[in-house]
């Protein structure tokens, strides 16, 4: 495999409803996305490799010189000027075996500004001009991924089908498999869906996607009512891997069924034990909330007190706690401690007004 002179970074590939209304926090396909400001690059910083494309002008080193100029920009963040840097190394150095890694980072820099189609086209070059490449495989993940950003799952799947049939060596065909599944569940294909996960699991071990997949199956069979299958699959995901990775959230869904089933007191023990199992998880916040939910269910209201309580005091970011001054306020109401309870439904309406609570809560305050 060929490397470059100058270093490159390079950039791999590296979401439930609960009852109660209160859900664990969630993300976009794509994550977070704003008004993206390109930041300076230190131009200072390209010098060296300025000097080595007037000294060698012409040759390799000068082509493997405006490549990591491109770089600089990339890893920096300033995909605008990679592109341009990067559209040199095309221009001045085609002879040259650069240009496969230019176009990639191309193609890697319109994704980075959520300009998928163009990412795709320039993923394509690689493939078709570029057969032998070290970046096919990448770019070949690149265009499905940008499919499935598209929610255009269909042809997502055809895509990463597309690696299956015809590129058996592809680095990427259980991040393929993930990929398909994920898209035929975003279209509601269920069963296709847990064909497509059950694949990382049994056809590529020791898959890094083996605890999602199984993750995602249990989450499947929980999504379609088949809540005994469910556990089970999950269970699997805290007992049959040994990385931590996905076990907090298939105890929170196992926890989450036994509620479902009406076993309120079984449904607050398993959210205890994510408290005490993975503590320092985000989803141990919620699990915190939802024991003193379940300890309400079953009319044990000064330990549902208790509980919200401590959930508030210990988990100083959990999102909703709006949710806690109310079923706190609500149970003290059952208690008949009005006064008290009203001291916590008046927080509420006073520092969340945009709570979808409040109408509630006023509702108890008899306004």
Partial sequence: MRRIIFPALVVMFTAVTLYAQVQLPTSSIRGNVGVFIEPQIDTSRLDPYREVINQYPGTLQAAEAQLAIGMVYYDGRAYSGSMREFKKVLGDYPVFPVTDDAEYYIARSHSKLHQDSLAIEEARKVVTLYPNSEWVDESLNLIGWSRYIQERYADAIAEFRNIMDHYPACKYRDDAWMMIGKSYKRLGRYDDAINAFSKPITDFPPS?????????????????????????????????????????????EIASIWFIKGDKRRAAAEFQKIIDLYPNEQVASYAAFRVGYCLMGLKEYESAIKQFEKTEESYKDFSQKDWLLYFTGKCLHELGRTQEGNTYLQRLISEYKGSSLVTAAKRLLGM
């Fill in 208 to 252: 890094n996607h083996q605890n999602e997949a199984q993750l995602e199956i249990g989450v499947i069979r929980m999504k379609v009512a088949q809540y005994d299958t469910a556990m089970v699959e999950l269970q699997k995901v805290i007992d049959l891997y040994p990385s931590l990775k996905g076990k907090s959230k298939a105890q929170y």
